[in-house]
C-alpha cells in the first residue's frame, strides 16, 4: 500500500531523515519508534504531504505522492494526527469532526452530510456524549481522541498517529489501544503509529520499524526489535 524509498529531509546542513525506506501492507499496524529527533514526524510530513522530501519517493496505491500537497494526499486517503493537538477550542466537537469530514472528502461539501459522518465517527471514537461540548473543555485523553476522530474523519485508509498516547495514565492507554484496534477492523484501515510508550507499540504492532538519528536501522516484529543489536545499542544501552 504504502512504499518510502530512499526518503531523505535536508533543513539546511541538518539531514532529519537519511534515505529511510520501508513498505507498509494493506491493513497492517506498523510502529515508528526512536528517540527525539530521530526523524519520526519529519517522515510523517513527507508522506502526508506537510513538507516536501529533499530526495527519495514515496508512493500510496501505486501513485507517487511525495511533493504534493497536504490537502491532495488527504483526499486521496492519507490522513494523520500531530503530536501537540490544537482542537478548534470554542466550537463544539462535533463541530471539529464535521470540518474534518468536510475538508478531507471532496463530495462532502454541506453540513447535513458531514454531520453524518461526524456522528458515527464520534460513536467509535467514545465522543458522542461529548458531541456538544466545546472543545478546549476536553480533558488530554478526549482531546487526544478528538484528534484521532479529526482525522478519521477525511475518510482515510492510511492514518498515521503521532504519539497519541503520549501523557495519558496507564488505563487510558489501555483504553486507547483497544480503540485503536477497533478502528483497524471496523474502517479497514492500515495505520502508522508513533509512540515512546514501549509496551503500547509492543502489543499493537505487527511490525516496527526504528529511527536513529534520521537513518533506519531496524525493521521486524516485536519480538524481533527487542532483541535486535542496534536497537538495544541505541535505547537500552546508553546510545542516543
Known amino acids: ?98 470540518v474534518a469530514a468536510m475538508y478531507g472528502r471532496r463530495r462532502i461539501r454541506a453540513r447535513g452530510p458531514a454531520e453524518v459522518i461526524a456522528w458515527e465517527v464520534l460513536e467509535a471514537t467514545g465522543l458522542a456524549d461529548r458531541a456538544h461540548q466545546a472543545a478546549g473543555s476536553l480533558t488530554l485523553a478526549g482531546r487526544k481522541r478528538l484528534e484521532v476522530a479529526r482525522a478519521l474523519a477525511t475518510g482515510p485508509r492510511l492514518l498515521l498517529l503521532d504519539e497519541v498516547m503520549a501523557g495519558l495514565t496507564a488505563t487510558e492507554v489501555a483504553e486507547a489501544l483497544a480503540m485503536i484496534e477497533d478502528l483497524r477492523r471496523r474502517y479497514d484501515l492500515t495505520i502508522l503509529v508513533i509512540e515512546h510508550v514501549m509496551r503500547a507499540l509492543m502489543r499493537l504492532c505487527d511490525r516496527i520499524v526504528v529511527l536513529h538519528h534520521g537513518r533506519l536501522i531496524a525493521i521486524g516484529t516485536p519480538a524481533e526489535i527487542a532483541t535486535h543489536p542496534e536497537v538495544v545499542d541505541a535505547y537500552l544501552g546508553g546510545g542516543s
Open 1 to 98: 500500500m504504502l512504499s518510502v524509498e530512499a526518503a531523505t529531509k535536508r533543513f539546511g546542513g541538518l539531514t532529519a531523515l537519511d534515505a529511510v525506506s520501508l513498505e507498509v501492507a494493506p491493513g497492517s499496524i506498523t510502529g515508528v519508534m526512536g528517540a527525539n529527533g530521530a526523524g519520526k514526524t519529519t517522515l510523517f510530513s513527507l508522506i502526508a504531504g506537510t513538507d516536501r522530501p529533499s530526495g527519495g519517493r514515496i508512493t500510496f496505491d501505486g501513485r507517487r505522492v511525495d511533493g504534493l500537497p497536504a490537502d491532495r494526499v488527504c483526499r486521496l486517503g492519507i490522513a494523520r494526527t500531530f503530536q501537540i493537538v490544537r482542537p478548534f477550542a470554542g466550537m463544539t466537537v462535533l463541530d471539529n469532526v464535521a
